[in-house]
């Protein structure tokens, strides 16, 4: 047997069964850096015996943005990206290069579901690369692009990633199959409508970010390994930048490019529950995730929603030894009866939980409204933060100023006193921020045009760097 003859044939086989996958890949990592591993691993089809050859995902690794990453790719061109055993066993093994050299996993999830053929074998092989995944999680990060069809157990597989980008045009996500539900609605929608990632985007933040070309998605991929490097390197930005628009006008979008370096910074799942927005940056070349409220939005209330949407960005940052910063403009939780019986109480015990054991630098900045809860869950030193600062207009207090008015000025209010007046008097008296810094509860009252330059310095304290 002539072995050099089998290995151009088999090499052949191989390059071109990949073709298409690592052409998308070649778009994705750096030019001539992509090792790739388990080249000749093969499965079998159930249906005729015939080889996966590639056995239905490339694995490897490479650098992106010159950052080592280990990586997955599935291969709609050997039984479309089936799962399978031999599938199984080279990812699990990329999983443990990148456990061992402390790499981010970088997955490409288009897969139609499980190769059914081998039975038990092929469910036990899920398990393994679960169990795999949850134990990568102790460690290194994982980056999960949807560039298709994620269904069955592979959506969830994907949903374990901390980072999750789907493409707007290709990416289908859905745990049953998504021909019977399109099924069962009405006049069978296309299934992209429904089960695409512009649809998750806006019910769940199933996808922290959403690409519509192979550009976008490697800036987002460059911007997120930016964010995750533990190295704080020289800041090509002013600390000490100041933005003066702040104090005549406070929005969060004003807010978060104020203090973001050079303005820039990563929204995940913006359309989702957007009264809460989760953001990632670097500020002052720290990497961080911003917590910010968005009082424009539900009457200036969180929804059951968007404490789902804080909770996971909370546990993800800590995960990640991200620094949290809270942006905090919010009247508290604003709740259905739905929710109340859908166990609300239990997902905001989950939430203050998650910010009281995080061993991350926490900062707190109370930019307007800090009103109960709210000021608890994300402003209070009892729960965690390490260093809170109030703008000087801001409002804190157990109940709003227009509550309170019932209870501090009944008599007023008898003698005709209009209510709005009596609230701005309660919040003049009750509410400002130098009731609670009196009482050592807010380290700085500051104006919020300085916003930047108190976070760097504080995170800078707090780093000890």
Do not use: W
């Amino acid at each position: 047997m002539d072995n050099n003859k089998m290995l151009q044939d088999n090499i052949k086989a191989i390059d071109k069964a990949t073709k298409k996958v690592k052409d998308f890949l070649s778009k994705v990592i750096d030019d001539g850096s992509f090792v790739e591993t388990d080249v000749f691993t093969a499965g079998k089809s159930f249906l005729d015996g015939s080889e996966a050859l590639g056995e239905g995902v490339v694995t490897g690794y490479a650098t992106i943005n010159e950052t080592p990453v280990h990586l997955f790719a599935q291969n709609q061109e050997v039984m479309k990206g089936s799962f399978s055993e031999a599938h199984a066993v080279k990812i699990n093994k990329v999983i443990s290069k990148a456990i061992q050299t402390g790499t981010p996993i970088v997955s490409f999830i288009d897969c139609s579901g499980a190769r059914v053929g081998e039975g038990v074998r092929m469910l036990e092989s899920y398990a393994q690369v679960i169990a795999g995944l949850n134990h990568a999680k102790e460690s290194v990060p994982h980056i999960c692009v949807i560039k298709g069809v994620a269904v069955g157990m592979m959506a969830s597989l994907a949903s374990m990633a901390d980072f999750v980008i789907a493409s707007s045009k290709d990416a289908i996500i859905s745990v049953d199959s998504p021909q019977a539900i399109a099924s069962k609605e009405y006049d069978y929608p296309k299934i992209n409508n429904i089960l695409g990632a512009d649809a998750h985007a806006l019910n769940s933040d199933v996808c922290d970010f959403t690409y519509k070309t192979d550009k976008e998605l490697v800036a987002i991929i460059g911007d997120v390994l930016k964010v995750l490097s533990s190295e704080v390197s020289d800041c090509t930005d002013d600390a000490n930048r100041e933005t003066p628009a702040l104090d005549k006008a406070y929005s969060v979008s004003v807010a978060l490019t104020a203090i973001a370096d050079n303005g820039k910074f990563l929204a995940a799942s913006p359309k989702f529950a957007a009264e809460v927005q989760t953001v990632y940056t670097l500020i002052n070349s720290v990497p961080v995730g911003i917590l910010a409220f968005d009082s424009s939005i539900n009457d200036g209330y969180v929804s059951m929603a968007g404490i789902d949407k804080a909770l996971n960005f909370v546990e993800k940052a800590s995960s990640n030894g991200l620094p949290i910063i809270s942006l905090v403009d919010c009247l508290g939780i604003k709740s259905t009866l739905a929710d109340e019986v859908s166990g609300l109480s239990k997902k905001i015990a989950k939430l203050m939980v998650a910010i009281n054991s995080s061993t991350c630098p926490m900062i707190s900045v109370i930019t307007g409204k800090a009103i109960g809860m709210a000021y608890t869950l994300f402003a209070s030193k009892g729960i965690g933060f390490d260093y809170s600062i109030a703008g000087v207009n801001a409002e804190i207090s157990p109940i709003t100023s227009q509550a309170a008015v019932s209870i501090a000025y009944p008599e007023e209010l008898k003698a005709g006193e209009m209510r709005d007046k009596l609230a701005a008097k309660y919040a003049e008296l009750q509410a400002n921020p130098f009731i609670s810094a009196k009482d050592g509860y807010i380290d700085n009252i500051i104006e919020l045009s300085t916003m930047r330059p108190y976070i760097a310095s504080a995170l800078m304290m707090l780093l000890g760097v």
